[in-house]
């Protein structure tokens, strides 16, 4: 590629890759480890004519609506440690960068962005509306695919370093899955869930699939930093009850979440 065109690349995408590499490094907490090689997962199951209903309610997606539960995981999780949970944590949450409509895209290209987390906001109905409206601005943003930046070599490992200062401990996931039931040798796939790999000091990931009107969550974290990882799960499932209800209140429909 010519130089001047990199260029111009380069400064397009540097609003999305500050938020990878040069925001203000936030404090430490317990979640700051370098991930093992033992696991603890745990399942959750939703709707997903639920979740979109939520969505709706705030203007939001359902990938909103994940985060936001996972905020609500987090603080739990953190306050049952005795640690604060003012201020803000931060996610990596990929995006697509395909042009074509999704059921042309083919093969994986990526970018990723980095989501501020509210999670000193007790509401989870204000913490989904605020996680809304910073994701639709980042989406915004042009982004380098995650092939592209660099890897090796001395630029590979200063961008590590950048990467690592951040202290983003936190992944996620959000796949659209088939709207009706997939079949093996006549048997009906009756559940799916995604695993999100963990890496470096990313301990803790948090992925969704929709799948014939479910909406299925994994949560995949290391054994070690998150022996407690059952109190996460119970945030996340408090969370989506408590948006349930709230949207049921407004809709006068029947909330319901496991």
Known sequence: MHPVTTGR???????????????????????????????????????????????????????????TATGGGLRALLNSRGEPVEGVLRIYV????????????????????????PIGVSNPVLRLRLIAKDTAQRKARSRPSLGMVPHRGIAGRAFLKLVARQRVNV???????PETPLYFAGSRLLEVFPMVQLIGKVSLAVGAISYAGQFNIMVVADRDAYPDVDIFV?????????????????????????
Do not use: C, Y
């Open 234 to 258: 119970a945030g996340v499932q408090d969370e989506l009850r408590a948006l349930a209800a709230r949207r049921s209140a407004d809709t006068g429909q029947v909330a319901g979440a496991s």
């Open 171 to 177: 992944n996620s996931a959000d796949i659209p899955g």
């Open 94 to 117: 990929p995006v697509s960068l395909h042009q074509e409509p999704r059921a042309q895209a083919r093969g994986n290209l990526i970018g990723q962005m980095v989501v501020p987390l």
């Open 9 to 67: 690349h380069f400064l397009a995408a540097w609003p999305a890759m500050r938020e990878i590499i040069a925001g203000r490094p936030l404090p430490a907490t317990s979640l700051d480890r370098l991930a093992g090689p033992d696991r603890n997962l745990a399942l959750i199951r939703s709707s997903l004519k639920l979740i979109k209903g939520v969505a709706h309610t705030s203007h939001a997606t359902v990938n909103d609506v994940l985060l």
